[in-house]
């Protein structure tokens, strides 16, 4: 079977820096101070909030809108982003036949409705019919929808008509990791020609945080850089709302519609590594960065998805230590954990820099170096703030 | 000489082990039993109260260790139990599958005994909600409840149990995420990137909440009184899904491996097609066609015309809408020869199994082929005279079946098919 190049030809980006990729790419050129983070709403926890959003732009039916809870609506929005950029948006047999890979998490409970049963629960022996008699009275219908993980996916088929095949993939950051490595493989092998990969993640909301703090990994405020907080309150990670869409070509397919490619992708390591023990993740994160980058030039920027989390982070600073050539950026320092769309992002932020040749400034000038380099390949990492891991390498095409 | 490739020069895919678990039982063997008795393993509700509730059965498997522990803790054993009798059955060695994992799982939220729980801990102001529940997480604890709270934790857990490579992927694709977990195994051996896969499907999820969630779309049938006939697909009196639980499993291997390695091939995956509808998150396009491109598409991936599939398993879900449909999208394909065209509906008797039962229903349709009987539709009394099929009503067929189509359609718009043979060519 011939191999096919992989392309990276549509770039959807929103963040608490904006949308789309001019906007990142100005906010990130302007290096640490550009991060805009909320350490009140939740605290004692920070968050970098999403900016405002004209839903109405990439969603144009208003209840195509109501039918979607936040995080819907942003992955929804960041993949007509995307489609956009390709030039595929209103193409309508490029989307017919486009295969869709989304990673998602759960969509956001109604905080209302739990609070009532959690109140009322103080008061009854009967929770279990407490639970039928609210949530038979209370709970909107349509929810459900809006919280199930494949309704990302299937807003993107009816708002923007993407009805190739459609994969959704649950489990934090490993799912975006495993979507982008299915992704690459489809086309790789000639199963796919394009594909629209990407995820969301709406961090401001109660529910969202308790699933990173049941497992005790939120930073408590005041804000410090990703590589400085082992030793503050809390377990490191302070989260993000934001999503990232890719749509991947091969690379005929994208020369003959004439798209020029941000970069392409050229090797995707994916993992599942033993952190038990600190010295043995550690290496195991040091050999997959080889294994995903090769040989590379005597520098090479490193675009991290480092989360905060101690021991993830930790050992992902460790291993590029021993990595000589490494020059790392923390994008989470500007735009918080955007968990499922943590890979993605990275990826995203790699082909944004090679396309601009240029590097991005320290995020972080403490622990990052300056990159006086050539940007042929950049590296995209996310080490999960507490299982699986991933890695790519973006190359100019 | 074995030919190992197919029409399309891919490698092809075996299937040398798979295990079942649904309301009927434990194992292919005792499932099959029931199945081709025409047995129901629809019943009351036990599992919690059913005040207030407008149905009160459903096909919950009742009968495991952690049935009761939690939906995290049921679909966990649903799982691995399927795998563990899949693996045996393909001859591999239990804990080290050495081949990737793809985990068809339902979206398992906290669930509410967590958050009681955690509530209870917390002290302070009554009226707090999830500041409380916060402030017990930030006091560290919640350890346990964090593990559950992980979209990969089961797959995680099933990876360490099974000895199987790399980062496992689980999925959901709503009601045909079990058709999808086999589709990404076939096409991870076709790509040449492993030898074998291990594809499960398992939901043990029907909680109170997510019953009243399905209960709020409409859903789900509401004839409590005789559990065992409420699930009626292609009947006249069909009303709504039986909502259920349950579990799939299988090894599925390049055929060279196979052959090569003496292991009995079971059946051949010979064919795997989707589409998405773009119409609407609960109702399909009107005209039936990305169905009907679903199926059309499974076809062209295995190679095979219209006249050459035996038995179709249909989704056959007992909703209004979904029998009706599925209906309309295969005479579309299959034209006057549907009506002659034997099509069951499992979810007669085990209910739907949501995330599981594009797994369960390829399991039983691997049965089908290996023991030459085709599973009745039972509950078949009054038939719904719009729609004229063969539905093998109420009592098995002695038929010899070399080919089956089996069809998934989720919400979301999830349209996935399977095609498989018994023979390779």
């Given at each position: 079977?011939?191999?096919?190049?992989?392309?990276?030809?549509?770039?959807g980006?929103?963040s608490?820096l904006?949308?789309g990729?001019d906007?990142?790419w100005?906010?990130l050129?302007?290096?640490?101070?550009?991060a805009?983070?909320?350490?009140?709403?939740f605290a004692?926890y920070?968050?970098h909030p999403l900016?405002?959003?004209?839903?109405?732009?990439?969603i144009?039916?208003?209840?195509?809108q109501r039918q979607?809870?936040?995080?819907?609506r942003?992955g929804?929005?960041?993949?007509?982003?995307?489609?956009?950029d390709a030039?595929?948006?209103?193409?309508?047999?490029l989307?017919a036949?486009m295969d869709?890979?989304?990673?998602?998490?759960g969509?956001e409970r109604?905080v209302?409705?739990?609070r009532?049963i959690l109140a009322e629960?103080?008061?009854?022996?009967?929770?279990d019919v407490l639970?039928n008699e609210k949530?038979t009275t209370?709970?909107?219908?349509?929810?459900f929808?809006a919280q199930?993980?494949?309704?990302?996916?299937?807003?993107?088929s009816?708002v923007?008509?993407?009805?190739?095949?459609s994969?959704t993939?649950m489990?934090e950051?490993?799912s975006?990791v495993?979507?982008?490595?299915?992704?690459v493989?489809r086309?790789?092998?000639?199963?796919?020609s394009?594909?629209?990969v990407?995820?969301a993640?709406q961090c401001?909301?109660?529910d969202?945080l308790l699933?990173y703090?049941?497992?005790g990994?939120l930073?408590?405020a005041?804000?410090?850089?990703?590589a400085?907080?082992?030793?503050a309150?809390g377990g490191?990670?302070?989260?993000g709302?934001?999503?990232?869409?890719?749509?991947?070509e091969?690379?005929?397919?994208?020369?003959a519609?004439n798209?020029?490619?941000?970069?392409?992708i050229?090797?995707?390591?994916?993992?599942r590594?033993?952190r038990?023990?600190?010295?043995?993740?550690?290496?195991?994160?040091?050999?997959?960065?080889h294994k995903?980058?090769g040989?590379n030039?005597?520098e090479l920027?490193v675009?991290s998805?480092?989360?905060?989390?101690h021991?993830a982070?930790?050992?992902e600073?460790?291993?590029f230590g021993d990595m000589?050539?490494?020059?790392?950026?923390?994008f989470?320092?500007m735009?918080?954990?955007l968990k499922?769309?943590?890979?993605p992002?990275a990826?995203a932020?790699a082909a944004?820099?090679?396309?601009?040749?240029t590097?991005?400034?320290?995020f972080?000038a403490?622990?990052e170096?300056?990159f006086?380099?050539?940007?042929r390949?950049?590296l995209?990492?996310?080490?999960g703030?507490?299982?699986n891991?991933g890695?790519a390498?973006v190359?100019?095409? | 000489?074995?030919k190992?490739?197919?029409?399309l020069?891919?490698p092809?895919?075996?299937?040398t082990g798979?295990g079942?678990v649904?309301s009927?039982g434990?194992?292919?063997?005792e499932n099959w039993?029931a199945?081709?008795e025409?047995?129901?393993?629809?019943?009351?509700?036990t599992r919690?109260?059913?005040d207030?509730?407008?149905?009160?059965?459903?096909?919950?498997?009742?009968?495991l260790?952690?049935?009761?522990?939690g939906p995290w803790?049921?679909?966990?054993e649903l799982a691995e139990t399927?795998?563990?009798e899949?693996t045996?059955?393909?001859?591999?060695d239990?804990?080290r599958?050495?081949?990737p994992?793809?985990?068809?799982?339902?979206?398992?939220?906290?669930?509410?005994n967590?958050?009681?729980?955690?509530n209870?801990?917390?002290?302070g102001?009554?009226?707090d909600?999830?500041?409380?529940?916060?402030?017990v997480a930030r006091r560290g604890?919640?350890k346990d409840?964090?593990?559950?709270?992980?979209?990969c934790s089961?797959?995680?857990h099933?990876?360490?149990?099974l000895?199987t490579?790399g980062?496992p992927?689980?999925l959901?694709?709503?009601?045909?995420s079990?058709?999808t977990?086999i589709?990404l195994?076939?096409?991870a051996?076709?790509?040449?990137?492993?030898?074998r896969a291990l594809t499960?499907?398992?939901?043990g999820?029907?909680t109170?909440?997510?019953?009243?969630?399905?209960s709020?779309?409409?859903?789900l049938s509401?004839?409590?009184?005789?559990?065992?006939?409420?699930?009626?697909?292609?009947s006249k009196?069909r009303d709504g899904?039986v909502?259920a639980e349950?579990s799939a499993?299988?090894v599925?291997?390049?055929l060279?491996?196979?052959?090569?390695?003496g292991?009995?091939?079971?059946?051949i995956v010979?064919g795997c097609?989707e589409?998405?509808?773009?119409?609407?998150?609960?109702?399909?396009?009107p005209?039936?066609s990305?169905?009907i491109?679903?199926?059309?598409?499974?076809l062209e991936?295995?190679?095979m015309?219209e006249d050459?599939?035996?038995y179709?398993?249909?989704?056959?879900?007992?909703?209004p809408?979904n029998?009706?449909?599925?209906y309309?999208s295969?005479s579309?394909v299959?034209?006057?020869?549907m009506k002659s065209?034997?099509?069951s509906s499992?979810k007669?008797m085990i209910?739907?199994?949501?995330?599981a039962a594009g797994?369960?229903?390829a399991?039983?349709s691997l049965?089908t082929m290996?023991?030459e009987?085709?599973?009745?539709t039972i509950?078949?009394?009054?038939p719904?005279?719009a729609i004229e099929?063969?539905?093998?009503?109420?009592?098995?067929?002695?038929?010899?079946?070399?080919?089956?189509?089996s069809?998934s359609?989720?919400?979301?718009g999830?349209n996935?098919c399977l095609v498989m043979?018994?023979?390779a060519v």
């Amino acid at each position: 079977m011939s191999e096919h190049d992989v392309a990276i030809t549509g770039i959807g980006l929103v963040s608490s820096l904006g949308e789309g990729t001019d906007a990142h790419w100005q906010k990130l050129q302007a290096g640490g101070d550009a991060a805009l983070i909320d350490c009140d709403r939740f605290a004692p926890y920070c968050v970098h909030p999403l900016p405002e959003i004209d839903w109405g732009l990439q969603i144009p039916k208003r209840g195509d809108q109501r039918q979607m809870e936040t995080w819907q609506r942003l992955g929804t929005y960041t993949a007509g982003l995307a489609l956009e950029d390709a030039g595929i948006k209103d193409d309508i047999e490029l989307c017919a036949s486009m295969d869709l890979v989304a990673a998602a998490g759960g969509g956001e409970r109604d905080v209302e409705v739990d609070r009532s049963i959690l109140a009322e629960s103080e008061r009854r022996n009967d929770r279990d019919v407490l639970i039928n008699e609210k949530l038979t009275t209370e709970l909107r219908p349509t929810l459900f929808l809006a919280q199930l993980s494949n309704l990302l996916a299937g807003n993107i088929s009816i708002v923007h008509k993407v009805t190739g095949s459609s994969r959704t993939f649950m489990g934090e950051e490993g799912s975006g990791v495993s979507a982008i490595e299915t992704a690459v493989a489809r086309i790789r092998s000639g199963q796919s020609s394009h594909v629209l990969v990407g995820a969301a993640f709406q961090c401001e909301h109660p529910d969202m945080l308790l699933n990173y703090e049941l497992g005790g990994f939120l930073h408590q405020a005041p804000w410090r850089p990703v590589a400085d907080r082992e030793a503050a309150p809390g377990g490191g990670v302070v989260t993000g709302s934001g999503a990232a869409f890719l749509v991947l070509e091969s690379s005929e397919h994208a020369a003959a519609r004439n798209r020029r490619a941000y970069a392409g992708i050229t090797s995707v390591v994916s993992g599942r590594a033993n952190r038990s023990d600190a010295d043995r993740f550690e290496n195991e994160i040091l050999q997959m960065a080889h294994k995903a980058a090769g040989e590379n030039d005597p520098e090479l920027l490193v675009v991290s998805g480092a989360s905060g989390a101690h021991r993830a982070t930790l050992a992902e600073l460790g291993a590029f230590g021993d990595m000589p050539s490494a020059r790392l950026r923390c994008f989470s320092n500007m735009t918080g954990h955007l968990k499922e769309a943590q890979f993605p992002f990275a990826i995203a932020l790699a082909a944004l820099s090679i396309s601009k040749n240029t590097a991005f400034p320290t995020f972080d000038a403490n622990t990052e170096s300056d990159f006086n380099g050539d940007l042929r390949s950049v590296l995209a990492t996310s080490i999960g703030y507490n299982r699986n891991e991933g890695m790519a390498l973006v190359t100019a095409s | 000489m074995t030919k190992y490739t197919d029409h399309l020069d891919r490698p092809i895919v075996a299937v040398t082990g798979f295990g079942v678990v649904t309301s009927l039982g434990t194992g292919k063997n005792e499932n099959w039993r029931a199945l081709t008795e025409g047995k129901s393993g629809i019943h009351a509700i036990t599992r919690f109260p059913t005040d207030h509730l407008n149905t009160r059965i459903s096909g919950m498997v009742d009968f495991l260790e952690s049935s009761s522990k939690g939906p995290w803790e049921l679909t966990y054993e649903l799982a691995e139990t399927a795998a563990v009798e899949a693996t045996q059955q393909s001859g591999m060695d239990g804990d080290r599958f050495d081949g990737p994992l793809f985990l068809a799982a339902p979206p398992v939220e906290t669930d509410w005994n967590t958050r009681f729980a955690l509530n209870d801990m917390a002290g302070g102001e009554a009226d707090d909600g999830y500041r409380r529940l916060l402030d017990v997480a930030r006091r560290g604890d919640a350890k346990d409840a964090f593990e559950r709270s992980q979209f990969c934790s089961i797959a995680d857990h099933l990876a360490d149990r099974l000895g199987t490579s790399g980062l496992p992927i689980t999925l959901s694709t709503a009601c045909a995420s079990g058709a999808t977990a086999i589709q990404l195994g076939v096409e991870a051996i076709r790509r040449g990137e492993c030898q074998r896969a291990l594809t499960i499907g398992a939901d043990g999820s029907a909680t109170a909440e997510a019953l009243i969630r399905f209960s709020l779309l409409s859903a789900l049938s509401t004839q409590n009184d005789e559990p065992e006939a409420a699930s009626k697909p292609f009947s006249k009196g069909r009303d709504g899904f039986v909502m259920a639980e349950g579990s799939a499993a299988f090894v599925l291997e390049s055929l060279e491996n196979a052959v090569e390695r003496g292991a009995q091939v079971l059946g051949i995956v010979r064919g795997c097609g989707e589409q998405a509808d773009d119409f609407h998150r609960t109702r399909s396009k009107p005209d039936g066609s990305p169905a009907i491109g679903a199926v059309r598409a499974a076809l062209e991936d295995a190679g095979m015309a219209e006249d050459e599939i035996d038995y179709i398993n249909a989704h056959g879900t007992s909703t209004p809408e979904n029998d009706k449909m599925e209906y309309m999208s295969l005479s579309a394909v299959f034209g006057e020869r549907m009506k002659s065209i034997p099509i069951s509906s499992n979810k007669s008797m085990i209910g739907h199994t949501l995330s599981a039962a594009g797994a369960i229903e390829a399991a039983f349709s691997l049965m089908t082929m290996l023991e030459e009987t085709i599973p009745p539709t039972i509950n078949y009394e009054t038939p719904d005279p719009a729609i004229e099929l063969d539905v093998v009503p109420n009592v098995k067929r002695h038929a010899m079946i070399n080919s089956v189509l089996s069809n998934s359609f989720g919400f979301g718009g999830q349209n996935t098919c399977l095609v498989m043979t018994r023979e390779a060519v």
